[in-house]
C-alpha cells in the first residue's frame, strides 16, 4: 500500500465518520479519527443491553466484573488499548484472586478470555469495533489442571450427616442434603419450588422446576423415587397452600456447609475431591451408574444435553472400573450367544434386525472372531469403544420421561 493510497483511505474514513456524527450516529472507532471510546462507558451500555435481554442478573454481573477487573490489571483504558501482548503479559504473570489471593486456575483466567471476548463480539455487532482483537487468542489447557473435583458421599458419610450434621444456631437444613442427594436436584432448583410443584398424590410421583429456576430456562418434570415421595408426604402440612414453598428455610452457603460437615466428624476436602453442594447431584448419577442404570438415561435424570457431560462429571470412572474384571466383563450377558449368535463362521456374520428394549432402541450385532467379542458390549449398549460415550448413530428416539421412570423403578 502507497503514502497515496493510506491517505486516500483515511481522508474517506474521515468524511465518513463526519457524516455519521452530523447525523447523531455513533462513529466505529476503527475508522480514522474517530473519536476515542472509553471501554467502561461501553460495559456500561453491554450491562444495559443484557439487563434488557433478561438474562440472569448472575451471569450479568460475573461477565461485566470480569471485563472491568481484566480491563484494570492489563492498564486498558481505551478499546485501541486492547491487545494480545496486554493479555499474554497478565496470563503470564500468575495471576491471583483479588479476594483469596489464590493463583487464578486455568478454568477461570479462560472466563476471563471468554467474557472479553463476548464483549468484544456484541461490539462488532454493534457497529463500533471491525474485529477482535482477542480473536485468535488461545484459551489454557484444563485438562489435568483442574483444581475442583468432587466426590461422591458414600452412604455411611450421608447418615452419619443426617445423624449429626445439624447446626446449633441456625435452621436445621439436613432434610435438604438428603432431598439433593436422592433427586439430583441443582441446590437453586431445590430451593425454590411451591407445593403446588410437587404431584406426589393418587400414585403420581414427579416434580415441575419451572422455567425461571432451571438452569436450562425451560420448565422440566423430575421423577421421584418412593423413598422421596414418602418423604415429601412426611413433610407437607396438613393445611398446605399451593403457593407455600418445599422447604420454608434457605439452604445455606458452601462455608457453612463445609463447617457443619466437620463438626460431625466428615471431611470436606480431601485429595479426591469436595463435598460441596453440587458434589450431592455428582453423587446421584454415581449412584445410578453403579446400579447398572444405561448412561442416556443417566443423562436424561440429570437433564444434561450432551452425554459426555453426564460421563465426565457425573460418574467416578475409576470406581465404576474397579468393580469388574475384565474376565467379568467378556462373561458378560453382552458377549453371550443370545446376543452375539455365532453360525461358525469367522468375522462378521449377518447384522440383526434392531430390537427394543424397555423404551431404548439399540442394534445388535452377531460377531464371530474374538475381537469382535471383546466389543460387543458396547455395541449392544450404544458405546463408542475407544470414549465409552453413547454411540447415537445406534439409537433411535429416546423418550426421555418413560426411560427416567424405567430407570428409577431398576434401582428402587
Not at 486455568?106 to 480473536?135: C, H, V
Request: contains cysteine; hydrophobic residues 35%.
Amino acid at each position: 500500500t502507497t503514502h497515496l493510497d493510506r491517505a486516500l483511505k483515511h481522508e474517506k474514513e474521515l468524511k465518513q465518520g463526519i457524516a455519521l456524527q452530523e447525523q447523531g450516529l455513533p462513529v466505529p472507532s476503527h475508522l480514522f479519527g474517530a473519536p476515542t471510546r472509553k471501554i467502561l462507558d461501553l460495559v456500561a451500555d453491554y450491562e444495559r443491553s443484557h439487563t434488557a435481554k433478561r438474562l440472569r442478573q448472575k451471569h450479568i454481573h460475573d461477565t461485566v466484573t470480569r471485563i472491568k477487573t481484566l480491563a484494570e490489571v492489563c492498564n486498558w483504558e481505551d478499546l485501541g488499548d486492547i491487545t494480545p501482548t496486554g493479555f499474554e503479559q497478565w496470563r503470564g504473570q500468575v495471576p491471583v484472586c483479588e479476594r483469596t489471593g489464590r493463583e487464578l486456575s486455568a478454568k477461570t483466567i479462560n472466563e476471563y478470555l471468554l467474557s472479553m471476548r463476548a464483549f468484544l463480539n456484541w461490539l462488532k455487532k454493534q457497529g463500533i469495533i471491525e474485529r477482535d482483537p482477542l480473536e485468535y487468542v488461545e484459551k489454557c489447557e484444563t485438562r489435568g489442571n483442574e483444581t475442583k473435583n468432587r466426590r461422591e458421599w458414600t452412604d455411611d458419610e450421608l447418615e452419619t450427616f443426617m445423624r449429626y450434621g445439624k447446626p446449633p444456631h441456625r435452621a436445621d437444613y439436613r432434610i435438604g442434603i438428603w432431598l439433593l442427594h436422592w433427586t439430583g436436584l441443582r441446590k437453586n432448583e431445590l430451593q425454590n419450588p411451591r407445593w403446588g410443584d410437587v404431584f406426589i398424590d393418587d400414585g403420581k410421583a414427579q416434580a415441575i422446576i419451572r422455567a425461571k429456576y432451571s438452569k436450562g430456562r425451560t420448565s422440566e418434570q423430575i421423577p421421584l423415587m418412593p423413598k422421596v415421595v414418602a418423604q415429601l408426604h412426611s413433610m407437607r402440612p396438613k393445611k398446605w397452600k399451593p403457593e407455600d414453598k418445599v422447604l420454608p428455610f434457605r439452604l445455606p452457603g458452601s462455608e457453612q456447609f463445609r463447617v457443619d460437615q466437620e463438626r460431625a466428624g466428615l471431611v470436606y476436602k480431601n485429595e479426591f475431591g469436595d463435598h460441596d453442594f453440587h458434589s450431592l447431584r455428582y453423587s446421584h448419577g454415581h449412584w445410578l451408574a453403579v446400579r447398572g442404570v444405561p448412561l442416556l438415561v443417566i443423562q436424561a435424570i440429570l437433564r444434561h444435553k450432551d452425554p459426555s457431560t453426564t460421563a465426565r462429571h457425573y460418574m467416578n470412572i475409576a470406581k465404576l472400573a474397579a468393580n469388574k474384571t475384565l474376565e467379568e466383563v467378556y462373561a458378560s450377558e453382552g458377549c453371550t450367544p443370545n446376543c452375539t449368535p455365532f453360525d461358525g463362521q469367522e468375522g462378521l456374520s449377518r447384522s440383526q434386525n434392531v430390537t427394543k428394549s424397555g423404551k431404548l432402541e439399540v442394534l445388535q450385532i452377531a460377531v464371530g472372531d474374538a475381537l469382535s467379542r471383546a466389543l460387543a458390549p458396547f455395541v449392544t449398549q450404544g458405546l463408542n469403544p475407544v470414549s465409552g460415550c453413547p454411540s447415537v448413530a445406534l439409537f433411535g428416539k429416546l423418550k426421555i420421561f418413560s426411560a427416567i421412570s424405567e430407570g428409577r423403578k431398576a434401582v428402587n
